[in-house]
């Protein structure tokens, strides 16, 4: 995992983090896409991989955007609450879009005015989390709207139990296809209430694909999910292969003895995340966190 030290300003501290998970990819991620570029047999599936591989590494080497949606960066701040902290991420986002550049993407749903900011009502998106520590930790998520708008929820019967969320996770990716730039990483929130649900099965996102989930049950799910998919033929930008997902990471919440959440929030090859640990010493950022 990349570690770089940077000024602590939260304004640049959230410019250094756009740039970071804009043109960098996670290595966790880059190693899946090398690994499934490696044992892919279909040919146009290989060539699809070798492309993204490619754009990667020029991305990186030029500091440029990885992908020409940069989507809208959703911000998860754990520890240290400070009210002034949301202005401070909101310029952080003016001079990034500014600055590396990134595509002015956030819009009036109903006027679809854009101000060229990616600010606005209800923008950036952050959510606040408890910290187990004596830090602030400060991660984002830049999710394009291939993706996200393949996102799900079910509100299952519970007699559907485990083998029908298996099967409304299937069926979601199944069935949002090459839409969401596949393979990437497919995020998955069972139980809680309908709204935790979803913002579960996307803040898991944010955790390294090479780290295991602590849960065996959800880690059995994972593992079957992930061979599931990847035996479905969908493959690479869903033009056929074997290479559908680079890994499942699910997590739950205790619901309601009548629920049965199920969220799926798909992340595309460009799984795009940063993390800064903001504490007693310098800055130190690197690109995954357990949310
Ligand atoms: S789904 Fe991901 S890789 Fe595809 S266009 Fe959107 S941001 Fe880019």
Not at 32 to 44: D, F, G, K, M
Not at 233 to 242: D, F, Q
Not at 256 to 280: D, E, F, K, M, Y
């Amino acid at each position: 995992m990349s570690v770089i030290k940077l000024p602590e300003s939260i304004e640049d501290v959230v410019v250094n983090l756009l740039r970071l998970a804009n043109t960098k990819l996670p290595q966790d991620i880059g190693w899946a896409l090398e690994s499934a570029a490696a044992w892919e047999p279909n040919a146009i599936a290989s060539t699809q991989l070798g492309a993204v591989l490619d754009n990667v590494r020029k991305a990186g080497l030029l500091g440029r955007p990885m992908c020409q949606d940069t989507g809208i960066p959703v911000f998860y701040v754990k520890g240290g609450y400070d009210p002034s902290i949301a202005d401070a991420i909101a310029r952080g986002v003016e001079r990034a879009t500014r600055e590396i550049p990134l595509r002015p993407n956030t819009v009036d749903p109903l006027t679809r005015e854009n101000d060229g900011r990616n600010l606005g009502r209800g923008m950036p998106v952050i959510h606040h989390l408890p910290s187990d520590g004596d830090y602030t930790e400060i991660t984002v998520l830049v999710k394009g709207a291939g993706s996200e708008n393949m996102t799900r929820l079910g509100m299952l019967d519970p007699s559907d139990g485990v083998a029908g969320v298996m099967r409304f996770v299937v069926d979601a990716v199944l069935d949002a296809g090459g839409r969401p730039c596949p393979p990437g990483v497919v995020g998955v929130g069972i139980g809680g209430m309908a709204d935790e649900c979803v913002a579960m099965a996307k803040r898991v996102l944010a955790r390294p694909i090479d780290e295991e989930n602590p849960d065996p049950v959800l880690r059995e799910m994972e593992e079957d999910l992930f061979v599931r998919l990847n035996g479905s033929g969908l493959g690479p930008m869903g033009l056929g292969g074997s290479a559908t997902v680079l890994a499942v990471r699910i997590d739950k919440a205790h619901c309601h003895t009548a629920s049965l959440p199920v969220a799926v929030n798909i992340g595309c090859w460009a799984t795009r995340r940063a993390s800064v640990r903001l504490g007693a010493g310098d800055a130190v950022y690197s690109q995954g966190a357990w949310l």
